[in-house]
């Protein structure tokens, strides 16, 4: 699936568009571009970053796991109903797989680099954490993936074929990145170089930043907290340190230029009849409950200016990353995890309900309403107290390929396979690693092995 995008600005920066994977490395020091800015600093470097994560997440990865979660129906014939009915092969994630390595990850590991060097504190720790979250989506996608030895590009020791790190230990690695950057974040030395309007997604709010960083780790605890009550008191401390409301939401707000439009946005421009929101499975389940965000999800209506309704495809609609709704929803269930009660994790759930209602802009007697009738954990017991929980957590998490490990880790909501007897559990490595990198690609199918946590 090709992901369709234009990120205007790239532009000036050709020199930084290295493969970090083993893809294209073997290129790096053949290919100079005689037109490269022969130094970058990172204040060009993070709008790049922050840019390709929101349209790598947006494009192929949204549209890849919200066809296996069934909130999107793939149609018409089309690329998009093989992926539905999970006729996905290697060459699939061919173009992803460098979206995420070269446009995202090298590029970040670049500005990192340069901002430890020129002691840019801020920019350090803003690389560090966006790293943090790039690796722990993609690891919940693949499992074991190449880190410890990939963007060796421009080290003059190029490693060509680089290892696999087990998933488990990444998880370690992606903590310890959020260490750090913490640490740089509250630096007194923020640096000569601070960011400001060039960070998108917090205006250079170091506060902020280091929130973003602890709901990364709520996340990384509470995926390992099924059966383990320690875990989820991890990820309740850290749930805690994180965004406390709407207003901290981790996202990305495209632009309303053409060149500079949201994915989903550009998606249903160029291939309207590929993929609709109203045969989904999440639209029949959200009119059976009569749901008030139904229109707010419907990618597939237009007004008669032909502008999208949607609060997901107009054209400066977000990538939304970690929100506060997710905060809130992940807490209920660490709450329930750790042994607490049902009256206190029913306030949170109640919590992320209304936050994602209010994002969504329905009306406080609507919410009241809604709450009214689907509001209180009345399940007997604590799995199927969570289950509650998933049910409306997939509601909200529309589009966030967080969705897929939510309905992996805890089965919720009970999915009908569309082909065959199983729903993918992974993602297959791309057909150019399996190329260029074969004696170090585990060997994988769409359902085995399944991510350490899925259990």
């Given at each position: 699936?090709?992901l369709y995008?234009?990120?205007?600005?790239?532009?000036?920066?050709p020199?930084?568009l290295?493969?970090?994977?083993c893809?294209?490395?073997?290129f790096?020091?053949?290919?100079?571009?005689?037109?490269?800015?022969?130094?970058?600093?990172?204040?060009?470097?993070?709008?790049?970053?922050?840019?390709?994560?929101?349209?790598t997440q947006?494009?192929?990865?949204?549209?890849?796991?919200?066809?296996?979660?069934?909130?999107?129906?793939?149609s018409?014939?089309?690329?998009?109903?093989?992926?539905?009915?999970?006729?996905?092969?290697?060459?699939a994630?061919?173009?992803?797989?460098?979206?995420l390595?070269?446009?995202?990850?090298?590029?970040d590991?670049?500005?990192?680099k340069?901002?430890?060097?020129?002691g840019?504190?801020?920019?350090?720790?803003?690389?560090?954490?966006?790293?943090?979250?790039t690796?722990?989506?993609?690891?919940?996608?693949?499992?074991?993936?190449?880190?410890?030895?990939?963007?060796?590009?421009?080290?003059?020791?190029a490693?060509?074929h680089?290892?696999?790190?087990?998933?488990?230990?990444?998880?370690?690695?992606?903590?310890?990145?959020?260490?750090?950057?913490?640490?740089?974040?509250?630096?007194?030395?923020?640096?000569?170089?601070?960011p400001?309007a060039?960070d998108?997604?917090?205006?250079?709010?170091?506060?902020?930043?280091?929130?973003?960083?602890?709901?990364?780790?709520?996340?990384l605890?509470?995926?390992?907290?099924?059966?383990?009550?320690?875990?989820?008191?991890?990820?309740?401390?850290?749930?805690?340190?994180?965004?406390?409301d709407?207003?901290g939401?981790?996202?990305?707000?495209?632009?309303?230029?053409?060149?500079?439009?949201?994915?989903?946005?550009?998606?249903?421009?160029?291939?309207?009849?590929?993929?609709?929101?109203?045969?989904?499975?999440?639209?029949?389940?959200?009119?059976?409950?009569?749901?008030?965000?139904?229109?707010?999800?419907?990618?597939?209506?237009?007004?008669?200016?032909?502008?999208?309704?949607?609060?997901?495809?107009?054209?400066?609609?977000?990538?939304?990353?970690?929100?506060?709704?997710?905060?809130?929803?992940?807490?209920?269930?660490?709450?329930?995890?750790?042994?607490g009660?049902?009256?206190a994790?029913?306030?949170?759930?109640?919590?992320?309900?209304?936050?994602?209602?209010?994002?969504?802009?329905?009306?406080?007697?609507?919410?009241?309403?809604?709450l009214?009738?689907?509001?209180?954990?009345?399940?007997?017991?604590?799995?199927?107290a969570?289950?509650?929980i998933?049910?409306?957590?997939?509601?909200?998490?529309?589009?966030?390929?967080?969705?897929w490990?939510?309905w992996?880790?805890?089965?919720?909501?009970?999915?009908?396979?569309?082909?065959?007897?199983?729903?993918?559990?992974?993602?297959?490595?791309?057909?150019?690693?399996?190329?260029?990198?074969?004696?170090n690609?585990?060997?994988?199918?769409?359902?085995?092995?399944?991510?350490?946590?899925?259990?």
């Open positions: 699936m090709k995008h234009k990120i205007s600005f790239l532009v000036i920066l020199g930084l290295i493969t970090a994977s893809k294209k490395t073997f790096t020091d053949q290919n100079i571009n005689p037109n490269a800015l022969a130094a970058v600093t990172p204040d060009l470097l993070l709008p790049t970053v922050e840019a390709a994560l929101a349209y947006g494009g192929d990865i949204s549209r890849f796991t919200a066809l296996l979660t069934q909130q999107m129906f793939g018409n014939a089309s690329q998009s109903q093989q992926y539905y009915n999970y006729n996905l092969n290697p060459g994630f061919d173009n992803l797989w460098p979206d390595y070269t446009s995202t990850m090298e590029n590991y670049t500005m990192m340069i901002a430890d060097a020129g840019f504190n801020r920019y350090g720790g803003i690389g560090r954490i966006l790293m943090a979250y690796l722990q989506m993609s690891v919940d996608l693949w499992g074991d993936l190449p880190y410890s030895q990939s963007f060796t590009g421009n080290t003059g020791n490693i060509l680089p290892i696999y790190d087990k998933a488990l230990g990444l998880y370690d690695t992606i903590a310890s990145l959020i260490n750090v950057g913490t640490a740089l974040l509250q630096s007194p030395n923020a640096g000569a170089l601070i400001g060039n998108v997604i917090y205006k250079g709010d170091a506060g902020k930043w280091i929130a973003f960083g602890h709901a990364i780790k709520g996340r605890a509470l995926h390992q907290s099924k059966g383990n009550p320690a875990m989820a008191a991890t990820a309740l401390n850290e749930l805690a340190k994180a965004m406390s709407n207003s939401n981790a996202q990305y707000i495209f632009g309303t230029k053409e060149t500079d439009a949201n994915a989903w946005y550009q998606f249903y421009r160029d291939r309207p009849a590929d993929e609709n929101f109203t045969g989904s499975t999440l639209a029949a389940t959200m009119l059976a409950r009569n749901d008030p965000r139904y229109g707010a999800f419907d990618l597939d209506s237009t007004g008669s200016d032909g502008k999208a309704f949607s609060y997901y495809n107009k054209i400066n609609s977000p990538v939304e990353f970690i929100t506060f709704d997710e905060i809130q929803f992940m807490t209920a269930e660490g709450v329930l995890r750790n042994g009660s049902f009256v994790a029913t306030a949170f759930y109640q919590s992320a309900i209304k936050a994602n209602m209010t994002k969504l802009g329905i009306d406080a007697t609507t919410i009241q309403n809604y009214a009738a689907h509001g209180t954990l009345t399940a007997s017991s604590v799995d199927a969570i289950a509650q998933a049910s409306e957590e997939y509601i909200a998490l529309f589009l966030n390929p967080e969705v490990t939510l992996r880790r805890t089965g919720t909501p009970v999915l009908t396979s569309v082909s065959g007897n199983s729903i993918p559990r992974r993602l297959l490595y791309p057909q150019t690693e399996l190329n260029y990198n074969a004696d690609v585990p060997a994988v199918t769409l359902f085995q092995p399944k991510i350490f946590w899925d259990n």
